[in-house]
């Protein structure tokens, strides 16, 4: 479970990780991991790449395909600017890790990138199968956005919580690991379907 000092952390990770990004209205997106990650920044953070660490740190992991993108939760913080959360409607094509069926629909929260919004998300999700790994958390201190569509409890994403096919070379991607770092994302897997293979033979 992420506990409310984990949530913390994970705000400040992916806001440190996003201060950087600038207005998204500068350049045209094409990816979640341009969005996310845009060339020259970096990141810091304990990578969830390991089928020991879904087991051990995540709630939930599942093979799914992204739909769409609504509002999600709003944390405030003691300066009075709010850390919005965008919420994706994910189909579970295969539960890998924690409950889930096949055919479920779930709603995967993700902070909302600096200067983004809700379209520029949803333009720029992968399609096809990805991996998705999340945690829950007991929503104390958060609000939420009008219009959120949302999971009790929550479904936060992992800073690197999307595995996914890049559509153009088919390197794997996550939306926080940068291009410029060599080899894949997950060690030893070079596609989505390793990936989940990964996870399932460690469950």
């Not at 539960?95 to 720029?124: Q, R, Y």
């Not at 992992?158 to 153009?168: A, S």
């Amino acid at each position: 479970m992420i506990t409310k000092k984990s949530m913390t952390a994970l705000i400040v990770t992916s806001c440190c990780a996003l201060s950087a990004c600038g207005d998204s209205s500068e350049k045209e997106v094409g990816s979640l991991h341009d969005l996310k990650n845009p060339p020259g920044v970096s990141v810091d953070y304990d990578p969830t790449n390991t089928p020991e660490a879904v087991s051990s740190r995540a709630k939930g992991a599942a093979v799914v395909r992204l739909l769409d993108v609504e509002p999600g939760h709003v944390q405030e913080t003691d300066g009075g600017q709010p850390f919005e959360f965008v919420s994706i409607a994910a189909e579970i094509v295969e539960p890998l890790h924690g409950s889930g069926t096949a055919g479920e629909t779930i709603h995967l929260e993700m902070m909302l990138p600096n200067g983004g919004n809700l379209e520029d998300v949803k333009s720029s999700l992968p399609e096809g199968d990805v991996v998705a790994i999340w945690g829950d958390h007991d929503a104390e201190g958060l609000a939420l956005a009008e219009g959120a569509q949302v999971d009790d409890p929550p479904k936060f994403l992992f800073v690197d919580g999307l595995v996914y096919e890049d559509p153009e070379s088919g390197d794997l991607e996550n939306p926080m690991v940068a291009a410029s770092e060599p080899g894949s994302p997950w060690p030893g897997a070079k596609t989505v379907d390793e990936v989940a293979q990964d996870i399932r033979d460690n469950a």
